[in-house]
């Protein structure tokens, strides 16, 4: 099977560099169940070899096309072996969390191998509470953070399959002729749709326009209003990890009383907890953070995806310059409202439909001429679309299990990249809401002080949302 990336898939490769690894990270805690040993690599390479043929894109190579004139394509690697795909760490003395967050950086920092499929898993031994660590990574390319998620339930799925798997057949890597002529029919098939699209988009220009001039609520620009900041000096292939937790139920409370979202509760948290780290630092701009926050688009089928990506993106105040978590609060759920009635309003597939235009011979140039010109000295650095990304994502409400294990903590991180700092990856697993803070070692040189904050950001809006209660019982 030869399956081409989309527009948005390839623009993860587009990307990465050896300073930019591009790829997801997923952190699993594993306690081993009363009267059963630990988890070994035999064990995860048997358990992954019944599960594969429900994971395809675990198979998929990137084959480029010459010249870079269409997006790449995956074709399922001939010479896939599974072993290669598996590795095992010890963590040093005293074997605590931030060894194990050290661990995960340290992987985050390193790029998938593009020969292979773009994925690999590492087991960690030596923690110190005698749990066991695995470390799942994902290139972006492959997946989004909903693909992720449909991709864990059936990786950690205890079901044996009901029929033997057929025997695999890899696909024939095609030659530099078909991907030429693939990629020109590609080419050609989308100048079709152009017209089409750039009628859509003019539509939504306007249609934006009217809605921008009769609305109260300023959303930020993009690469407008975003601020210089010291989490965006991002100039160092060093990542950071940090983990935090935070009870859902607590999270529910808030959304109960204060008439928000999830989404809003995490977004003030966030903006709580970069107010207090960089305010420590003296380093607090006078403007508002903003988030690129990434939202689905929705599946015209029913089966849950397990590769590709399918998301746009919206731009959000995270209120940083509100001292008040309660008006905080209030203030980030109004402008993410009215974002995402504006995103709504254009059209969630706009973005990746032009995306589609943009082969690697335009997209990469293009990137790394950016790039170059972020890191010229004196370069100013808040013509960035946003400061960080924050996602959100939902999980079972039950912990998943791995053979011998209960996998009772799960963490994601995404990339950060092109001088976007942080990335808070949220994600509701076994009754908490639990945050990966993926960052350039530059950008946040205390990435367990940040963590910290974040547990402080949501005490205080508890408080406030007490306080709130009180005032207007």
């Not at 995806?305 to 008006?327: E, G, H, K």
Request: with cysteine; proline share 7%.
């Amino acid at each position: 099977m030869v399956t081409r990336l989309s527009g948005l898939d390839a623009g993860f490769l587009n990307l990465e560099t050896s300073e930019q690894p591009m790829q997801n990270i997923v952190l699993g805690l594993l306690r081993v169940r009363e009267g059963r040993r630990p988890l070994a690599l035999d064990d995860l390479h048997r358990h992954l070899s019944t599960h594969i043929d429900q994971l395809p894109a675990f198979r998929w190579r990137v084959i480029p096309v010459p010249l870079g004139l269409a997006h790449p394509v995956f074709v399922e690697d001939a010479n896939f072996n599974l072993a290669d795909h598996l590795g095992y760490a010890v963590l040093p003395e005293p074997g605590g969390p931030e060894q194990l967050d050290s661990a995960c950086a340290r992987l985050a920092s390193q790029p998938l191998d593009r020969r292979r499929p773009l994925w690999r898993i590492t087991l960690i031994d030596g923690l110190a509470d005698g749990r066991q660590g695995l470390i799942l990574e994902l290139h972006h390319a492959l997946m989004d953070g909903a693909a992720i998620v449909t991709t864990l339930a059936r990786l950690f799925s205890q079901e044996e399959p009901k029929t033997a798997p057929l025997p695999w057949k890899p696909s024939r890597i095609p030659g530099r002729v078909r991907l030429v002529a693939g990629a020109l029919a590609h080419d050609a098939r989308a100048l079709t749709r152009l017209p089409e699209l750039i009628r859509r988009t003019r539509h939504a220009t306007v249609a934006l326009r009217q809605r921008r001039a009769v609305t109260g609520v300023k959303v930020p620009r993009a690469g407008i209003d975003t601020p210089a900041s010291a989490i965006n000096r991002g100039f160092t292939c060093d990542r950071h990890y940090a983990r935090a937790s935070l009870p859902l139920n607590d999270v529910l409370a808030v959304t109960r009383v204060a008439k928000v979202t999830v989404n809003d509760v995490a977004l003030a948290v966030v903006g709580g907890a970069l107010r207090g780290y960089l305010q420590q630092r003296g380093a607090l701009p006078g403007q508002p953070l903003v988030a690129n926050v990434p939202v689905g688009i929705k599946e015209s089928g029913t089966m849950p995806r397990t590769q590709a990506n399918r998301f746009s993106r919206l731009t959000t105040s995270l209120a940083t310059n509100v001292a008040d978590a309660w008006d905080r609060l209030q203030t980030v759920s109004a402008v993410t409202a009215e974002a995402k009635a504006r995103l709504d309003l254009a059209g969630r597939e706009l973005l990746a439909d032009w995306l589609e235009y943009l082969p690697p011979i335009i997209a990469v140039p293009t990137v790394r001429r950016s790039e170059s010109a972020r890191r010229r000295p004196g370069k100013r650095r808040f013509s960035l679309d946003s400061n960080v990304v924050v996602s959100n994502l939902r999980g079972p409400s039950v912990p998943w299990q791995l053979g011998s294990t209960v996998v009772e903590e799960m963490y994601l991180a995404g990339p950060p990249n092109s001088g976007v700092g942080v990335n808070f990856a949220l994600c509701d697993y076994a009754g908490r809401l639990r945050f990966g803070i993926l960052a350039f070692a530059d950008s946040v040189e205390r990435p367990t002080e940040l963590a910290m904050h974040l547990s402080r950001s949501f005490q205080d809006l508890v408080a406030a949302v007490e306080y709130h209660k009180v005032a207007t019982a």
